[in-house]
Structure formats: structure tokens, C-alpha cells
């Protein structure tokens, strides 16, 4: 079973910044996730991919959603067991939950989000204008 945990999740406004983490635990995996993975959901849309990562030790490909290229970033502290997103220059249309993921099966890291496996409850980003 893998746990997720998010926080840092809260509410700015637009320019600002935000640092979502999410808590990594394991058991039973002896080897890391295929893929590591932000999500988000706005009220009344459909979930989008925000960023994934390839996290199996390879190269950490990172991919990201076209509308928070250059303002976002993913990354992975594995002595801290630790999934972060960095978000700058918030808009208020990245309002929305945001859930970290993690997938134990290769594909695209940021748009199929039918492999992940794991799912994290959720934090709220509200962006104001």
C-alpha cells in the first residue's frame, strides 16, 4: 500500500506562490512508483494533469499541462519521502483541488491518469484576483 498526504495548500492571491507538499509512505513496495503525479480539479470541470514525473531512479522526465509551463514545478526529496509542486505567478483559474498520485505501471505520467494507482485526499488552492 502507498499513503499520500498533501499540504500547503491555501489561499493567495493571483501572482503569488504557493509549495504543495505531499507525504510519501510505502509498504510492501520494495521499488519506487513508475510515476509520481499532481493533479486538479475545479468545481464543475473534469480533473486535469497538472505535472508528473517519472520516479523509478531513472531520469525524472517531468511533464507539465500547457497552461502552468514555466510557472510550475515537480519535484521529489527521497530522503524526505516527499513529492513537492512549486506554484508561481498563480492565476485565479488554478483554482482548484489538488491531489498528488502515485502509479506503479508505465505509461504517460501526466495524461493517463488511469495508471496511478494511489491517491492522495486532496488540498485546496484558491487563487483571487
Known amino acids: 500500500q502507498v499513503q499520500l498526504v498533501e499540504s500547503g495548500g491555501g489561499s493567495v492571491q493571483a501572482g503569488g506562490s504557493l509549495r504543495l507538499s505531499c507525504a510519501v509512505s510505502?509498504?510492501?513496495?520494495?521499488?519506487?512508483?513508475?510515476?509520481m503525479g499532481w493533479f486538479r480539479q475545479a468545481p464543475g470541470k473534469e480533473r486535469e494533469g497538472v505535472a508528473g514525473?517519472?520516479?523509478?531512479?531513472?531520469?525524472?522526465?517531468?511533464t507539465y499541462a500547457d497552461s502552468v509551463k514555466g510557472r510550475f514545478t515537480i519535484s521529489r526529496d527521497y530522503a524526505k519521502n516527499t513529492l513537492y509542486l512549486l506554484m508561481n505567478n498563480l492565476k485565479p483559474e488554478d483554482t482548484a483541488m489538488y491531489y498528488c498520485?502515485?502509479?506503479?505501471?508505465?505509461?504517460?505520467?501526466?495524461?493517463?491518469?488511469?495508471?496511478?494507482?494511489?491517491w492522495g485526499q486532496g488540498t485546496q488552492v484558491t487563487v483571487s484576483s
Open positions: 514525473r517519472r520516479d523509478d531512479g531513472t531520469d525524472g522526465t517531468t
Open positions: 510505502r509498504s510492501g513496495y520494495t521499488y519506487k512508483p513508475y510515476c
Open positions: 498520485a502515485a502509479a506503479y505501471r508505465g505509461g504517460d505520467c501526466l495524461r493517463d491518469h488511469g495508471l496511478y494507482n494511489y
